[in-house]
């Protein structure tokens, strides 16, 4: 009897000390914008495509570097979503809450639209480099007249916004604020000319 305490006391020691700790789970906060009362896109209607990756594959892993060649993903936390769906449904909320055009709606959509947003993605990762640590994205986006299929104009948005600490949670904060700046960024240039 003493013999199948003591085993059981060692199982119960061993599987508290290989207990893994729980998975993080983080997401994108939809920053607040401004809302337009006027604009030339007022009455038309845009369709955001999925986000592209062309360096790093994209999924719910949130990924690090600590050099050009050395990159990972953190292991008990990631995104509450593919990274890519996650952006694609940021910028839908953004362009709805600034109200600069009369509907925003995501690929999958049958409707028709008057205007198309293309976005590929270059940079999105925490980057630490000796003491220093930041959220770094990377986005170029395309804007195209659906009806005709011309190309209005391109620019790629790149911020690099130091995190308040070196861990998954520190990196999503400064992610979160680059997305804000990113938001306003992405409206000041769709309005211009």
Known sequence: MNKVIVLLSIMVAITACTKAPALQIYTLEVPEVKQYSSSKFKHKV???????SLREPMSQKMNFSYSMNDRGTYQNSEWSNHMSKLLQGTIIDVLEQSKVFKAVLSDSSALKENYRLESNIFAFEHRVRDK?????????????????GKLLKSKRFSYREATPSIDAQGYVKATNEAIARLSKDLLAWLKSN
């Not at 845009?46 to 592209?52: A, D, H």
């Not at 220093?132 to 005709?148: C, K, L, M, R, W």
């Open 46 to 52: 845009i369709k955001i495509t999925y986000p592209q």
């Open 132 to 148: 220093q640590s930041h959220a770094v994205i990377s986005v170029q986006f395309t804007f195209i007249n659906a009806d005709t």
